[in-house]
């Protein structure tokens, strides 16, 4: 007789991020999207575990530089959809931020 | 103290046998998160969305936000499936947990209204004033994913 167990495993945990008065910074978000791409056990062979933080922290730079450039260029969008609509004043108030 | 930890529905588990719910995340069912102040209690028990001690406050919307599902996948010999983190932006909100249920699920074989998938313990209350409330879900492997079968 061939027998067969399912189990599931329940230990999961999320985790909840808030801000007060503002959005999440390129920053606050490149973490999150870093900790999405790469997972790195502390129980890893150390020089592989080394290597891999090196590799996250690499990508921590450039994730913030394009979070940065998109927040930009967003609001260039934002400012022109505005100007568009003869709302000039608040148009510049955007791109000043 | 209303929410006890994080919980697999039971009921979840029996409706998978039945086959009630899909997870592709192109053609799969709709999923939702609903948010609950501390009044609420959840368990292991709960079987189905309800709106008692739902929270409510600038930005949220009574029944939660719809979840992104990202195609189930495999490590090794355990199943497991993500969700895309959820924000209700530029929101007001005081939430101490949450529930994960299905509002389109298959009831060919078992009758079900808004099914309850998941109950999670933010661990205390979570506050957002005129900002972003977002719902992190952890690392999708074998060892840290919001739904695993092992």
Not at chain 2, 72 to 79: D, L, V
Not at chain 2, 131 to 143: E, K, L, Q, R, W
Request: one cysteine or more.
């Amino acid at each position: 007789m061939i027998a067969s167990a399912v189990g599931n495993v329940t230990t999961f945990k999320v985790a909840v991020h808030t801000t007060n008065g503002r959005g999440f910074t390129p920053e606050e978000l490149a973490e999150r999207c870093a900790n999405k791409i790469i997972a790195i056990s502390d129980d890893a062979n150390p020089a592989i575990r080394a290597q891999a933080r090196a590799f996250r922290e690499e990508l921590l730079k450039t994730l913030v530089f394009y979070m940065r450039e998109a927040v930009k260029s967003d609001r260039t969008t934002v400012y022109n959809v505005l100007t568009d609509a003869g709302q000039t004043e608040l148009a510049q108030y955007i791109r000043r931020l | 103290m209303a929410f006890t930890g994080n919980f697999m529905c039971t009921s979840f588990k029996k409706e998978l046998l039945y086959g009630a719910h899909d997870f592709d995340s192109s053609s799969g069912d709709t999923f939702k998160i609903a948010l609950y102040t501390s009044s609420a209690t959840l368990t292991a028990a709960t079987t189905a969305y309800s709106a008692t001690n739902e929270v409510s406050g600038t930005n949220y919307v009574a029944g939660g936000g719809a979840l992104t599902p990202v195609d189930p996948t495999s490590s090794g010999t355990t199943a497991l499936l993500d969700f895309v983190d959820e924000t209700w932006s530029t929101a007001t909100i005081t939430a101490r947990g949450a529930l994960i249920y299905n509002t389109t699920p298959n009831t060919t074989s078992i009758a079900l209204t808004n099914p309850a998938v998941i109950v999670l313990d933010f661990g205390g209350d979570k506050t957002s004033t005129a900002g972003d409330f977002t719902v992190v879900f952890p690392t999708a492997d074998s060892s840290n994913a919001i739904i695993r079968i092992a």
